[in-house]
Every structure is written in structure tokens, then in C-alpha cells.
């Protein structure tokens, strides 16, 4: 049977023993507090604890650090395909704090080629992946499809065009009146998706086109994006499948295994 008393260590400090176990600090032994009755108020207000720090941490992890986002059509094709969902770097270019102006910074700026995840002016609450093409201060220009920048061609091995489609205007493309190059007519200004420019892009603002350039809406039509838009870089593709696959359950059974990783650029 345990008892309770008293005995000397060899030093000849006195130690407490408790339920037959010494205790070498002389205290009393710290007992772990039983666990609440299942289904019982205490154990409710456990739970509700560890469900609050949950969120609590998911949202920090959602709003300032990383993201997902599915790719759902063609405007970045061969780059990135529908059905590829993607992990986005929000720490890369900051992120704002919801309901505020407060804006915590990046450790990066947008660069050119860059492909980025923003908020959509055209489509409020939707978010949008495009690549960078024009930075702040650049003079930008498109000729039979083929992009200049600053005076000089581009280089632009990622692109997809398709031929079966013909140039045409569109009076969304209005926008660019505002924003064209010195000594270019505003009055005989008829740009058109292949053809348009030049214009130079304004402080904090940036020019963004998909890579499928006759399937993709984007700059040249909505306009530029703000900085302050912009959410993060795609980081990782984490998983695939081909969505207009013929096959049953197609988001297992028409998995593509080979696009999982780090995006191309």
C-alpha cells in the first residue's frame, strides 16, 4: 500500500514521497488534470478553444501567407492548364489587412515575366492569374502580335496564338486613349487586340496579358492593374487533372502527375 512520510537521501535533504514515488524537489508533484466528462459543458468549452485557435491560425495563414487558386480557363495556355491548382506566395508582394488600409510589405516587387495572382477590376471579387509584360514607366506597343517593350522586340517563347482566329477592335480598348505615348493622334487611334499602342504605363500601375493571347482577356482590353491588387505568386502546383476528360470521377482518374510542382515560368 502507498504511503506517505518522510525519508532522508544520502546527502541527508529530506524528500517527500507521494504515492510511493519520490519526489527529489521536496514539493509536492504537479497531477495532470483529468480530462472533462465527454459531452460535458467542459468538455464543450475544450473544444470550442481549440476550434477558435484553429481558425485563428488558418486565417492568418490565408490572409498573409499562402493561398490557393484553380486555373478554370485557357488564358495561360501551354503555361498553365485548366485544372491545375496552384499554392500562391502572398508573403513574395504583402498583402493588405482585411478591413483596413494597412498594406504589410513584400520582401519582392513585380517584375517583368512575372506571372501573378490579382483582384480583378472588371469582375468585382474575382481573382485573376495573368503574366506581368509592362512595369511602371514602360513604354509598351503590340504589331501583328508580336509585343515591344521600351523600343525593343520581345522575346516570348510561352506564348500561344491560333491562327483560325482574325484580328479585330473592341470598344473596351478605349481605356488606352488616356494613356498614349507623345506625339500619338488620339484621333486616329483605332487599336485593335493584335495591334494597339504605344502607351505608357503610369506609376503603380502594370500591364498584364495571358499567354494564350487570342483566348486570354486582359490589359488590353480592362485596362492595368494597381499594385495594391496584386495577391502573391504561384508557388507550387500541388495537384492536376485534365477537367474535360472523357473518363468517370476524371478528378482522380484523369490526374496528371507529371505537372505537379514548381510552375513553369
Given at each position: 500500500?502507498?504511503?506517505?512520510?518522510?525519508?532522508?537521501?544520502?546527502?541527508?535533504?529530506?524528500?517527500?514521497?507521494?504515492?510511493?514515488?519520490?519526489?527529489?524537489?521536496g514539493?509536492?508533484?504537479?497531477r495532470?488534470?483529468?480530462?472533462?466528462?465527454?459531452?460535458?459543458?467542459?468538455?464543450?468549452?475544450?473544444?470550442?478553444?481549440?476550434?477558435?485557435?484553429?481558425?485563428?491560425?488558418?486565417l492568418?495563414?490565408?490572409?498573409?501567407?499562402?493561398?490557393?487558386?484553380?486555373?478554370?480557363?485557357?488564358?495561360?495556355?501551354?503555361?498553365?492548364?485548366?485544372?491545375?491548382?496552384?499554392?500562391?506566395?502572398?508573403?513574395?508582394?504583402?498583402?493588405?489587412?482585411?478591413?483596413?488600409?494597412?498594406?504589410?510589405?513584400?520582401?519582392?516587387?513585380p517584375?517583368?515575366?512575372?506571372?501573378?495572382?490579382?483582384?480583378?477590376d472588371?469582375a468585382?471579387?474575382?481573382?485573376?492569374?495573368k503574366?506581368?509584360?509592362?512595369?511602371?514607366?514602360?513604354?509598351?506597343?503590340?504589331?501583328?502580335?508580336?509585343?515591344?517593350?521600351?523600343?525593343?522586340?520581345?522575346?516570348?517563347?510561352y506564348?500561344?496564338?491560333?491562327?483560325?482566329?482574325?484580328?479585330?477592335?473592341?470598344?473596351?480598348?478605349?481605356?488606352?486613349?488616356?494613356?498614349l505615348?507623345?506625339?500619338?493622334?488620339?484621333?486616329?487611334?483605332h487599336?485593335?487586340r493584335d495591334?494597339?499602342?504605344?502607351?505608357?504605363?503610369?506609376?503603380?500601375?502594370y500591364?498584364?496579358?495571358g499567354?494564350?493571347?487570342?483566348?486570354?482577356?486582359?490589359?488590353?482590353y480592362?485596362?492595368?492593374?494597381?499594385?495594391?491588387k496584386?495577391?502573391?505568386?504561384p508557388?507550387?502546383?500541388?495537384?492536376?487533372?485534365?477537367?474535360?476528360?472523357?473518363?468517370?470521377?476524371?478528378i482522380?482518374?484523369?490526374m496528371?502527375?507529371?505537372?505537379?510542382?514548381?510552375?513553369?515560368?
Open positions: 500500500m502507498a504511503s506517505r512520510g518522510r525519508t532522508r537521501s544520502a546527502e541527508g535533504k529530506a524528500e517527500e514521497t507521494i504515492d510511493g514515488e519520490s519526489n527529489p524537489g514539493g509536492k508533484r504537479a495532470r488534470r483529468p480530462a472533462p466528462e465527454r459531452f460535458s459543458s467542459a468538455w464543450f468549452v475544450d473544444w470550442a478553444k481549440t476550434l477558435v485557435f484553429a481558425a485563428v491560425i488558418f492568418v495563414f490565408r490572409t498573409f501567407l499562402l493561398a490557393t487558386f484553380v486555373i478554370t480557363s485557357g488564358s495561360m495556355e501551354e503555361t498553365l492548364l485548366v485544372g491545375d491548382f496552384l499554392l500562391v506566395n502572398k508573403v513574395a508582394l504583402g498583402s493588405q489587412v482585411p478591413g483596413t488600409a494597412l498594406r504589410i510589405p513584400g520582401y519582392t516587387e517584375e517583368f515575366g512575372d506571372i501573378i495572382v490579382f483582384r480583378a472588371h468585382p471579387g474575382l481573382d485573376i492569374i503574366r506581368t509584360v509592362g512595369l511602371p514607366g514602360d513604354t509598351l506597343w503590340m504589331t501583328d502580335k508580336v509585343l515591344f517593350r521600351n523600343g525593343e522586340r520581345v522575346d516570348e517563347p506564348t500561344v496564338h491560333d491562327p483560325r482566329q482574325p484580328d479585330a477592335p473592341d470598344p473596351s480598348m478605349v481605356w488606352q486613349l488616356e494613356h505615348a507623345p506625339g500619338t493622334d488620339p484621333g486616329q487611334y487599336p485593335t495591334n494597339w499602342g504605344p502607351i505608357v504605363i503610369p506609376p503603380e500601375r500591364f498584364m496579358l499567354d494564350n493571347r487570342e483566348q486570354s482577356l486582359d490589359s488590353r480592362w485596362g492595368l492593374v494597381e499594385r495594391r496584386m495577391k502573391g505568386k508557388l507550387f502546383i500541388y495537384y492536376s487533372y485534365d477537367r474535360e476528360a472523357a473518363k468517370p470521377f476524371r482522380v482518374t484523369a496528371r502527375p507529371g505537372r505537379i510542382g514548381p510552375p513553369p515560368d
